[in-house]
């Protein structure tokens, strides 16, 4: 993990490829599990590569939703054949983000139309799962992105997660031919492996705020400043909530491999711990701020890379919607609050 973390900054300035990174996970040998053995230890393990490295989280995050949901809807010979491609140093990612054409099938059926916007791993992941057509018929499409002619990194102009080489991709006039389908319409939007999946965001969001915290502090006792109560106070009390995030998310995730508790109520855990780890990255952020001052915004602190990673990681669509869901699972019936710790 220190190793992932002293390449964060460099990976940023575009001085170092973060396929470094991701060579670095596939020698530990994360980018063949796909988690389904242990949900928990997948969230635990998210959160460590996220206080290290938000970047190369991301990009693993998109790998392992990938990998998970190949497992689930693709057929044996593609599972065979992905990892085997995996270790060779292929990587997956899942863009599910429409550019201004949606990606479709043309009306003779023989070519894509449309775009992805904000696709993560632009010239570091292989292999896309692309989401085609929209609504509850939407399909699962697996694709070799490698043509960099089709690639545009430069839209892609956020202030955060610029390791993350994002942008669009042009689909149109890409042969049917050339695509993998993955299950059937409609697979990808099932739970509790669609928005109950939301826990591994989750995860890197809890775990990318306890590594800013954890470089403030180090940052404040090399200035002789960790002593004052005051600091003590402002993060330990922040600290507190980043914990409770952790054990939330990890309860999440033991929740979507117990196939006795109800869907909704998985999926419901799994929105609270996504929107509760991204109100904590908030208080992370601002207290950080409050800590360390105006060295938090010099161009080369390292706090303030990590934040503007972390600010950017947390923004989510459809906030309020996720909200209202789990809210009405929850609170909807009598006897429903204990949700997944009845």
């Known amino acids: 993990m220190e190793t992932l973390r002293a390449a964060a900054a460099g990976e940023e300035r ?3 490829p973060i396929s470094h990174s991701i060579d670095l996970l596939r020698q530990a040998g994360l980018l063949t599990d796909d988690g389904t053995s242990d949900l928990a230890r997948t969230a635990r393990a998210l959160m460590q590569v996220g206080a290290a ?12 939703n990938a990998l998970h949901l190949i497992s689930l809807y693709g057929t044996a010979s593609v599972k065979k054949s992905l990892i085997r491609r995996i270790a060779e140093r292929a990587l997956l990612g899942v863009w599910g983000a429409d550019g201004a054409v949606p990606v479709a099938l043309d009306a003779s059926g023989n ?5 992805k916007s ?3 791993g632009l010239g570091t992941v292989t292999d896309a799962l ?12 697996l694709i070799d992105v490698t043509d960099a002619v089709r690639a545009d990194p430069s839209t892609w102009d956020m202030q955060g997660m610029r390791a993350t080489a994002s942008g669009s991709y042009d689909f149109a006039g890409l042969p049917a031919g050339r695509v993998e389908w993955i299950g059937a319409p409609g697979d990808y939007l099932r739970e509790p492996h669609f928005v109950g999946g939301v826990w591994r965001i989750a995860a890197l969001q809890a775990g990318a705020a ?29 600290l507190m909530r980043i914990w409770a995030g952790m054990a939330l998310t990890e ?25 509760f780890t991204e109100e904590v990255g908030l208080d992370a952020i601002r207290a950080v ?32 919607a996720f909200l209202q869901r789990a809210a009405q699972t929850a609170l909807g019936e009598d006897g429903r609050i204990w949700g997944v710790f009845e």
């Not at 490295?53 to 392992?64: I, K």
């Not at 070519?111 to 775009?115: I, P, V, Y």
């Not at 692309?130 to 499409?141: E, I, K, Y």
């Open 14 to 16: 575009g001085a170092r």
């Open 53 to 64: 490295n938000l970047g190369v989280g991301r990009l693993w995050e998109g790998h392992v």
């Open 111 to 115: 070519c894509l139309t449309g775009s």
């Open 118 to 120: 904000f696709a993560s």
């Open 130 to 141: 692309v989401t085609v057509n929209s609504g509850p018929d939407v399909r699962l499409a």
């Open 210 to 238: 306890a590594g800013l915290l954890d470089r403030a502090a180090a940052e404040l006792r090399a200035a002789g400043r960790m002593d004052a109560e005051a600091q003590k106070t402002r993060l330990m009390g922040v």
């Open 251 to 275: 309860r999440a995730a033991e929740a979507a491999d117990d196939r006795h508790i109800a869907r909704e109520s998985i999926v419901a855990t799994s929105i609270a711990a996504r929107l």
């Open 289 to 320: 701020e409050q800590s360390i001052g105006l060295r938090h915004f010099d161009a080369g602190s390292e706090t303030g890379r990590v934040a503007r990673d972390l600010s950017v990681y947390l923004r989510q669509a459809a906030r309020d």
